[in-house]
């Protein structure tokens, strides 16, 4: 059984930072590519960041692009999402995602089946 375990999330000030971790077990973490989303009230869950199955290729949504790094680390079964200058707008739950299916590009939403619970990020002005 696949698990995914969000931690980190938290309240911060405006221009402020936190590192997002999750912890996958169930499964060989190298057949996944990885995925953050996040779901703001009132809206649908979004891609924001994605990382291949190597590591070697990552994806960013334009409204985080240069203010977050995904980042995965095998060794111990782990992807990361660093998050710099954080906005009131970046409120959100955060959740990460696996991906397994080899044939499909790695930011393919739809391809994304097992998911964290997900972990709260709240950015004060």
């Known amino acids: 059984q696949v698990r995914l375990v969000e931690s980190g999330g938290g309240l911060v000030q405006a221009g402020g930072s936190l590192r997002l971790s999750c912890a996958v077990s169930g499964r060989s973490f190298g057949s996944f590519a990885m995925g953050w989303f996040r779901q703001a009230p009132g809206k649908e869950r979004d891609l924001i ?7 070697g290729a990552t994806h960013y949504d334009d409204s985080v692009e240069d203010r977050f790094t995904i980042s995965r680390d095998d060794a111990k079964n ?21 991906h397994d299916t080899y044939d499909s590009d790695y930011r393919t939403t739809s391809d994304y089946k097992y998911w964290g619970q997900g972990t709260q990020v709240t950015v004060s002005s």
């Open 78 to 98: 782990t992807v990361y999402l660093q998050m710099n200058n954080l906005k009131p707008e970046d409120t959100a739950v955060y959740y990460c995602a696996a």
């Open 49 to 55: 960041a994605a990382i291949s199955w190597s590591g």
